[in-house]
């Protein structure tokens, strides 16, 4: 059997097939991290965890509409006793999934050095990668009474030796490529040629990727893949067409997407045949004043309203939520 790493484009004969019955499908992710300045160096402490408590409320939010939500946990959030506290039980009773996301620079081992390189994890020695995997996927474990089964390198930063790792610790899905978003002018990876198709990494050891979200809506979005990358250095052409309706690249987030384009998006995916929707946003937002898009209460309101709009439209359209053992059972190995 061929086995690839992450960064690898998948071979048609790669795609996840899945079962017959399993229609199609919505995730929803959140990357469970501590609140940080991203503008600032980054730093192994001066991070806060004020919106941990908060991490409850959205767990109830999502049981109400019958959603089982993937909490992929970064190391300072799961080395806080509130958030065992707030989702726990859930984790334990299946009403939540429970995964791991890796910050390097707030994950132990500390040995190398901080810079903006070292914080995609593909980038550091593999030992190191490997040490922080580790250790985070036990911390997790510990804490949450689950394995976690699901990973997401911050900042997207998959690496070579990610995929065999991931093996190592008996994680069965790596949802850390964000197709169509290139980070390599940063050091990290370049998704923009990337299917959002789950695909299998590793078939033998039954390791999935299951990508973001994102798809290219418009009259020009066939050429979305090479159009949008091109004009990166001109974000006012950019910012023009999607004011036209030309070319809009849409990612499934409430984080900068609005709920009209969010649906948009949602029509694209679906009329595309994409089997499962994966939704994302990060947990700071649940709390305002820790990112640019919840400043104020009556912003976190809009979050709230945007996840209600959603929830509303994919039952409207047939899609159903899904969780991580229903996602693995369906797929045909």
Same mark, same amino acid.
């Not at 908060?54 to 992929?72: D, I, M, N, S």
């Given at each position: 059997?061929?086995?690839?790493?992450?960064?690898?484009?998948?071979?048609?004969?790669?795609?996840?097939?899945?079962?017959?019955?399993?229609?199609?499908?919505?995730?929803?992710?959140?990357?469970?991290?501590?609140?940080?300045?991203?503008?600032?160096?980054?730093?192994?402490?001066?991070?806060?965890?004020?919106?941990?408590?908060?991490?409850?409320?959205?767990?109830?939010?999502?049981?109400?509409?019958?959603?089982?939500?993937?909490?992929?946990?970064?190391?300072?959030?799961?080395?806080?006793?509130?958030?065992?506290?707030?989702?726990?039980?859930?984790?334990?009773?299946?009403?939540?999934?429970?995964?791991?996301?890796?910050?390097?620079?707030?994950?132990?081992?500390?040995?190398?050095?901080?810079?903006?390189?070292?914080?995609?994890?593909?980038?550091?020695?593999?030992?190191?990668?490997?040490?922080?995997?580790?250790?985070?996927?036990?911390?997790?474990?510990?804490?949450?009474?689950?394995?976690?089964?699901?990973?997401?390198?911050?900042?997207?930063?998959?690496?070579?030796?990610?995929?065999?790792?991931?093996?190592?610790?008996?994680?069965?899905?790596?949802?850390?490529?964000?197709?169509?978003?290139?980070?390599?002018?940063?050091?990290? =990876?370049?998704?923009?040629?990337? +299917?959002?198709?789950?695909?299998?990494?590793? *078939? @033998?050891?039954? /390791?999935?990727?299951? %990508? &973001?979200?994102?798809?290219?809506?418009?009259?020009?979005?066939?050429?979305?893949?090479?159009?949008? =990358?091109?004009?990166?250095?001109? +974000?006012?052409?950019?910012?023009?067409?999607? *004011? @036209?309706?030309? /070319?809009?690249?849409? %990612? &499934?987030?409430?984080?900068?997407?609005?709920?009209?384009?969010?649906?948009?998006?949602?029509?694209?995916?679906?009329?595309?045949?994409? +089997?499962?929707?994966?939704?994302?946003?990060?947990?700071?937002?649940?709390?305002?004043?820790?990112?640019?898009?919840?400043?104020?209460?009556?912003?976190?309101?809009?979050?709230?309203?945007?996840?209600?709009?959603?929830?509303?439209?994919?039952?409207?359209?047939?899609?159903?939520?899904?969780?991580?053992?229903?996602?693995?059972?369906?797929?045909?190995?």
């Amino acid at each position: 059997m061929r086995q690839s790493g992450i960064l690898d484009l998948p071979r048609p004969e790669d795609f996840v097939r899945f079962a017959s019955d399993f229609g199609q499908r919505f995730l929803v992710t959140i990357d469970a991290e501590e609140e940080f300045d991203w503008s600032k160096p980054f730093e192994r402490t001066g991070h806060g965890l004020a919106h941990v408590p908060r991490l409850a409320k959205f767990q109830q939010f999502c049981e109400g509409f019958g959603v089982t939500p993937l909490w992929l946990v970064d190391h300072p959030v799961a080395g806080d006793q509130r958030a065992a506290e707030a989702l726990g039980p859930a984790v334990r009773e299946g009403r939540a999934d429970i995964g791991i996301q890796l910050h390097p620079w707030v994950s132990p081992p500390h040995v190398e050095e901080l810079n903006v390189h070292n914080s995609f994890a593909g980038n550091l020695p593999p030992e190191v990668e490997r040490a922080k995997i580790r250790a985070l996927r036990n911390l997790v474990e510990q804490a949450f009474g689950a394995p976690p089964l699901v990973y997401r390198a911050g900042r997207y930063g998959v690496g070579p030796a990610t995929a065999p790792i991931l093996g190592e610790c008996s994680i069965a899905i790596d949802s850390s490529v964000r197709s169509r978003f290139d980070y390599s002018s940063h050091g990290g =990876p370049n998704f923009r040629d990337h +299917p959002v198709i789950p695909w299998w990494i590793d *078939r @033998t050891r039954g /390791l999935m990727e299951l %990508p &973001l979200t994102t798809v290219f809506w418009g009259p020009l979005r066939g050429q979305g893949h090479w159009l949008y =990358p091109a004009l990166w250095r001109v +974000p006012r052409l950019r910012g023009l067409l999607a *004011r @036209t309706g030309l /070319l809009e690249r849409i %990612p &499934l987030t409430p984080e900068g997407i609005n709920a009209d384009e969010a649906l948009r998006g949602i029509d694209i995916a679906l009329d595309d045949g994409l +089997p499962v929707l994966v939704f994302s946003f990060h947990s700071p937002s649940l709390r305002p004043g820790n990112t640019p898009y919840v400043r104020d209460e009556d912003d976190l309101d809009r979050l709230y309203d945007w996840w209600r709009k959603v929830f509303a439209y994919l039952q409207q359209r047939g899609v159903r939520p899904t969780g991580v053992q229903e996602l693995m059972r369906a797929a045909q190995v």
